[in-house]
Every structure is written in structure tokens, then in C-alpha cells.
């Protein structure tokens, strides 16, 4: 697992990837991390829990924290990850087909 992750929901799709590739249901894990089933079932979702508890869960996945720099994610990128409300599709800088050309 060498994924870059940004968000908070991703970083939950990664674990409960994790979660299921080793077989464990999400009560399983909790107890194996020391933890209540809310909390994995917060970090799976991408939802705010404490820094401990998510250390306590990725150790419990036989996982640990790298910090590396990465810069914040593009406007494009954010706009993509949450479909802008529109819908109109973005061209290669971000933007949609709204407001006066450039």
C-alpha cells in the first residue's frame, strides 16, 4: 500500500482495504486495536476520532505513518474528488465552463 492520501475518506477506503484483505470484520479490529467499533467505524467513513486511536487501528493493521511532503491537493483535484454541483465537466485547468473567457 503505497497510495498518496489527502482526504480523510480516502485514507478510510485505504484501511478498510486493509481491514478486509486480512479478513477481520470491523469488531474484530476495534478489539484488536484497543478500541470501540465506533472509531473503526469513523476512520472507514473518513470522519474526525483522535490522533491515538487512528495510530492505535493502522497498528493494529500492521500499518505505520510515513510523513512525507505533498502539497495540498489542485482546485481541479478537489473539484474532481467532490463533482463540482453543476456537473459541467472541467477543462485542464480546473475550471468550468462559467463566468467570462479568460
Known amino acids: 500500500m503505497t ?8 485514507l478510510g477506503a485505504q ?13 474484530e479490529l476495534a478489539a484488536k486495536a484497543g478500541k470501540v467499533r ?3 467505524y469513523r476512520l472507514e467513513a473518513g470522519e474526525d476520532t483522535t490522533v491515538s486511536s487512528l495510530l492505535a487501528v493502522l497498528g493494529a493493521l500492521g500499518l ?3 510523513l512525507e511532503k505533498a502539497g495540498l491537493p489542485t482546485a481541479a483535484e ?3 474528488r467532490f463533482q463540482m454541483d453543476d456537473d459541467e465537466p472541467l477543462d485542464d485547468s480546473g475550471k468550468t465552463g462559467h463566468g467570462p473567457a479568460a
Not at 484501511?15 to 469488531?27: H, V, Y
Request: proline fraction near 3%; charge should be positive.
Open 3 to 10: 497510495d498518496n492520501i489527502r482526504l480523510p475518506d480516502e
Open 15 to 27: 484501511l478498510r482495504l486493509q481491514r478486509e484483505a486480512l479478513g477481520l470484520s470491523k469488531s
Open 38 to 40: 465506533e472509531v473503526v
Open 64 to 66: 505505520s505513518l510515513r
Open 78 to 80: 478537489v473539484a474532481r
